[in-house]
């Protein structure tokens, strides 16, 4: 019985900790890019943990099943690209745009519908696209720190090998040690105390709900939320999945105003909780989700003494932590868009048009690729039906002068 608990906990423990460890990095990166400084940096990080552990507790013993709740990590990196020239009021603002759609999906039950009008492909395509400047980025940093951003890669590549899902924890390890050494890091004196929620008020702009809002929520909706239904039923739990989506919605409005721009239903950090380390018995193993939403809860309360550690660390690091981190799920999202089916030649013009600086009418690429990736998928659709031979007569007129013929030599 003790030994199952303490399984229940580190799972819930492990699952918590990659997940904030893999993409801190991005959060940090967004919220200074808009203005923040590290008070209100640590609001971000308490808002989120507050409304992850909160959502991730409750609906995981209502429902006795694993639900993970997470911070939006293609959202956090959407947020470095979306928000240039814009205020971190109009961020926020945004933020309770994209989450009062998730909660419409939910309460309408249009999700599933609004889902299966855009292929995953394209869906993969768009976020390749967004995520493909920070992979690249880990090279280019390397130029200004080989020493420390080469041990990060090499760490990564041995990692990846022998022991994928502490990866992100050895590289921060390894990382913030390397810097120390070089004297890149000095760690700064920290006074632990509980992380405060600082009120953003926010300033509606049509443009800003348009570039950060919409697709926020589209990158949320296609590749967080879909990918985490899919892990829930590849495990064989069924969760009314409109619920969820109305549930994570509302809180997220409630936390928007404090830098919490966006959770959703997790995926690779929920299959860690609905794994047999976490309990023999799968009726059970919803005790590491709540596990993992604790760990949530107390890593959301120290926000401030953990973005002070994060202050301190060089840019390099950051930068290169952040693209690292990135690295598995721009493969994986290369692979799914790319794959052999009538959808490939959309989810290029989706990829490329997203990787691109292109904006018009002050909308960015994000949108504009997945909108051509649908334009070319109709085109193709259409082309097709057309350059197809229309035979109907020719055929049945055909058929029955052979069976004429037939019938005059069998006679």
């Known amino acids: 019985m003790i030994s199952t608990i303490l399984n229940r906990l580190n799972m819930g423990f492990i699952a918590a900790l990659i997940g904030f460890t893999s993409s801190i990095a991005l959060i940090y990166q967004a919220a200074s890019n808009l ?3 590290l008070v209100m940096i640590s609001s971000w990080v308490f808002a989120l943990g507050l409304g992850m552990g909160l959502t991730s507790i409750g609906l995981s013993i209502y429902y006795r099943t694993p639900l993970l709740i997470a911070w939006s990590t293609p959202g956090a990196a959407l947020l470095i690209t979306s928000t240039q020239g814009f205020s971190i009021n109009e961020a926020v603002a945004a933020f309770i745009f994209s989450a009062c759609l998730i909660t419409l999906s939910g309460v309408s039950g249009l999700f599933e519908k609004l889902m299966d009008r855009v292929p995953l492909q394209i869906a993969s395509a768009m976020l390749a696209g967004i995520l493909l400047s920070f992979g690249i980025e880990v090279f280019n940093v390397m130029n200004a720190s080989p020493q420390l951003v080469g041990l990060m890669f090499i760490t990564y590549l041995v990692c990846k090998a022998l022991i994928p899902r502490f990866a992100m924890l050895v590289i921060l390890i390894v990382a913030v040690t390397s810097a120390s050494v070089q004297g ?3 760690v700064p004196e920290l006074e632990w105390s509980i992380g405060q ?4 008020e926010p300033e509606w702009s049509i443009a800003a709900l348009i570039n950060i809002g919409l697709p926020l929520f589209l990158v949320t909706m296609a590749t967080q939320n879909m ?3 899919a892990i829930l039923k590849a495990h064989g739990y069924h969760a009314p999945v409109s619920k ?3 549930v994570t919605g509302i809180t997220n409005m409630l936390i928007a105003p404090f830098g919490g721009f966006g959770i959703n239903l997790a995926a690779i950090t929920a299959a860690i909780c609905m794994s047999e380390e976490a309990d ?4 059970k193993r919803y005790w590491a989700a709540v596990s993992a939403g604790t760990f949530y809860l107390l890593m959301g309360l120290c926000a401030l003494s953990l973005m002070t550690l994060f202050q301190a660390m060089p840019s390099a690091l950051i930068y290169a932590l952040a693209g690292i981190a990135l690295f598995s ?3 994986t999202s290369l692979q799914q868009a790319f794959v052999e089916s009538p959808y490939k030649e959309a989810a290029l013009m989706t990829f490329l048009v997203t990787a691109s600086d292109f904006t018009l009418w002050n909308i960015g690429s994000a949108l504009w690729g997945i909108l051509a990736g649908l334009i070319t998928m109709v085109i193709i659709t259409v082309t097709a039906a057309l350059k197809r031979p229309i035979n109907t007569d020719s055929n049945s007129s055909a058929k029955p002068k052979n069976q004429i013929t037939q019938s005059l030599k069998v006679k």
């Open 35 to 37: 203005g923040a400084d």
């Open 184 to 186: 890149l890091f000095v």
């Open 244 to 246: 969820l989506m109305t």
């Open 227 to 229: 990918p985490g239904i």
């Open 280 to 283: 023999p018995d799968p009726k």
């Open 329 to 331: 799920t721009i493969g």
């Open 197 to 200: 929620l600082v009120y953003i």
